[in-house]
């Protein structure tokens, strides 16, 4: 069965410590690879969606890469408002399906 | 204006009972999803419905029916809740079916005591 699977499961940072959060899923045809925030008691929000490997997306601190294997959401100089679970899915093969990983909860301490 | 909204925000409810969540897009969108995520926050596709058709309907249990009156809303009815059944549901919708960004709400949390 396809697998997303995000790595680490948490991660404690200092306000402009950057870092990196991976995801890394199986491969079937990857149709799409999205990152989400979430921030307690809300829904998902919408970062990036990536479609082939050595495409890059950026918003604000975050940048998000691909490639054949994973992807990862690099997180330069963060603050404390970035501090929230940060979850990657992809769409595979001929499947609708979304497939979420377990996210990695990000704290960003002041 | 919220662009997906569900209600209601909390349910706490006994085992044995029938319950539904609402949810409403008002984005105009064709494609609208119903996930859940467990304690340990995984988020799981249960539902998704193209213009009111079932198009995705994973292993869930039939105690959980999903009617979607039109394709503006998607609402969950579940029948005989049982405490694993304690979760946030969330609804979500998508310009269309495939390789779309979703629109989440803001969650319903269920709590079958």
């Known amino acids: 069965e396809d697998q997303v699977t995000q790595s680490p499961e948490a991660l404690r940072l200092q306000e402009g410590e950057s870092s990196s959060l991976n995801c890394s899923y199986t491969v079937s045809g990857l149709r799409g690879l999205f990152w989400y925030r979430q921030d307690p008691g809300k829904g998902p929000e919408f970062l990036f969606t990536?479609?082939?490997a050595g495409e890059e997306k950026e918003k604000e601190r975050l940048k998000a890469t691909l490639t054949k294997k994973e992807s990862f959401l690099h997180i330069t100089a963060p603050k404390p408002e970035d501090s929230a679970t940060y979850l990657c899915?992809?769409?595979?093969?001929?499947?609708?399906?979304?497939?979420f990983g377990k996210g990695t909860k990000l704290t960003v301490n002041p | 204006d919220t662009a997906v909204s569900q209600t209601p925000k909390y349910l706490v409810t006994q085992m044995g009972n029938d319950k539904s969540i609402k949810c409403e897009q008002n984005?105009?969108?064709?494609?609208m999803y119903w996930y859940k995520q467990d304690s340990k926050k995984f988020l799981k596709i249960m539902f998704s419905y193209n213009n009111k058709e079932l198009i995705i309907n994973e292993t869930v249990p039939n105690r959980f029916s999903p009617k979607s009156p039109d394709k503006a809303h998607l609402n969950l009815h579940i029948n005989s809740l049982e405490l694993g059944d304690s979760a946030v549901y969330f609804c979500?919708?998508?310009?269309?079916?495939?390789?779309?960004?979703?629109?989440f709400g803001s969650g319903t949390q269920l709590s079958v005591l």
């Open positions: 899915a992809s769409t595979q093969g001929g499947s609708e399906k979304l497939v």
């Open positions: 979500a919708s998508s310009s269309r079916q495939g390789v779309e960004k979703l629109f």
């Open positions: 984005l105009g969108h064709d494609t």
């Open positions: 990536l479609y082939s």
